[in-house]
């Protein structure tokens, strides 16, 4: 980055400074992850200079001609992986995707049903302080208060009473497998359509580490970072019964011109996600959530439905007498970066929980595996033990420092 280290000196120090971050600290945000050097060029291309409004073929401007063979090649590789009828990878994130699927399906007004945000599920899963439960009349489904996982036959029982037309499964803190064919019956039951939204579990998913959606959804949306490993983007993938209303509710509905450099780059994470070994990377990333879940249970931590069977765990930190935002900032402190969260049934505000989200793809990118795990779950032990403890802190800090020399991060080469 030599010309912007000269156009730019304070921007460029910025992102070094970020880039030697990502490299010397263990990231266990569930959301965050490493992309490929050939992601991270895509990104970086001069497709950034293009406007491109509209569909390959139906263009409101001249000069398409390779945009138009990228976004299809795109589509096309979106389709195939997932096995899905349609799919649109124009959206600019997981949010707005959703909401271009609300726009296309629903009315002012309709019912949304989805997990309630303090159990696991998504701001735009009809939660009153987004636009989703404000435009749109929102039903909550929660985890039960003992197990602390999805009750099914609960939930056949709200879908009965309260006859969403939307029922969403998906979520950004829930720890365990869903049930996509119950998903799928309850929602043919009681005639609602059924969005899936697995933006953090579509890398488990085209890796064969978790059940897919696509033949019981009717609607599926995803990120194209988190788990895939791709840019910051999303898709939306649909029957094709649904295709024109979803792609009139991208553009022109929501969106301007897509962008077309983070196009591309979803292309190249999609291409890498077929490789066999991003299908290793998918199982190891499930196998490393369980042995830090084992290891963390070991150590007398509460863990929300007790453990994990995908790349998240959500920890209950009140039996440590540590509140989640103090024992979140203290990890980060030694160089374990997570985020503080929401447990079932929390007591505590949204803004100070009583709970951490822990997850392993990222460390997962690095080549981390279950010895590293059981590390890692000692050292978050000792920071939760030593909150106020500076020295104690300190000296994690330089055990995680060593720790990543020994394990490269895709895609970052930091000069000195």
């Not at 050939?38 to 509209?54: C, D, F, P, Q, R």
């Not at 263009?59 to 138009?68: A, I, M, S, T």
């Not at 997990?115 to 899963?125: E, K, N, Q």
Request: hydrophobic share 40%; with cysteine.
């Amino acid at each position: 980055m030599e010309e912007l280290k000269r156009v730019d000196p304070e921007i460029y120090a910025l992102i070094k400074d970020e880039e030697r971050y990502q490299l010397e600290s263990i990231r266990l945000i569930p959301s965050e992850n490493y992309v490929s050097k050939a992601v991270l060029e895509a990104t970086g291309s001069v497709l950034t200079n293009k406007y491109s409004e509209g569909y390959p073929g139906r263009r409101y401007y001249e000069g398409q001609r390779y945009v138009d063979r990228i976004e299809s090649l795109v589509i096309e590789r979106a389709k195939a992986l997932f096995g899905a009828e349609h799919a649109n990878v124009q959206p600019y994130s997981g949010s707005p995707a959703n909401l271009a699927v609300y726009f296309a399906m629903l009315k002012p007004g309709d019912k949304l049903m989805g997990l309630a945000l303090p159990h696991g599920g998504h701001l735009t899963h009809g939660w009153n302080v987004s636009i989703s439960g404000i435009f749109w009349k929102p039903v909550h489904y929660m985890v039960d208060r003992e197990t602390e996982r999805i009750d099914y036959d609960a939930l056949r029982e709200m879908a009965r009473r309260e006859r969403p037309r939307m029922i969403v499964t998906g979520a950004t803190a829930y720890p365990r497998q869903f049930d996509f064919k119950v998903f799928g019956d309850i929602a043919k039951e009681v005639g609602a359509i059924l969005l899936a939204d697995i933006s953090h579990i579509a890398g488990l998913i085209v890796g064969g580490a978790h059940p897919s959606p696509v033949p019981y959804a009717d609607i599926v949306t995803t990120t194209t970072h988190k788990t895939l490993r791709g840019p910051r983007g999303a898709m939306i993938m649909c029957r094709k019964e649904f295709a024109d209303r979803i792609d009139r509710a991208v553009f022109p509905g929501l969106q301007g011109g897509p962008h077309n450099h983070t196009t591309a780059a979803i292309g190249v994470a999609l291409k890498e996600a077929e490789s066999p070994a991003f299908r290793d990377y998918a199982h190891q990333t499930v196998r490393n959530a369980k042995a830090l879940a084992d290891e963390l249970n070991q150590r007398g931590f509460k863990l929300v439905s007790g453990g994990t069977d995908n790349h998240l765990i959500v920890v209950d930190l009140t039996n440590k007498g540590v509140i989640g935002k103090t024992g979140a900032r203290a990890l980060d402190r030694a160089g374990l970066v997570c985020n503080y969260n929401t447990v079932p049934y929390d007591p505590r505000k949204p803004f100070s929980p009583s709970g951490l989200r822990l997850g392993t793809p990222a460390v997962t990118s690095r080549g981390m595996g279950e010895d590293e795990m059981r590390q890692i779950g000692a050292w978050i032990d000792a920071a939760i033990a030593k909150v106020n403890d500076e020295a104690a802190l300190d000296r994690i800090l330089r055990e995680v420092n060593a720790l990543c020399r020994h394990f490269p991060a895709p895609g970052l080469l930091l000069a000195d």
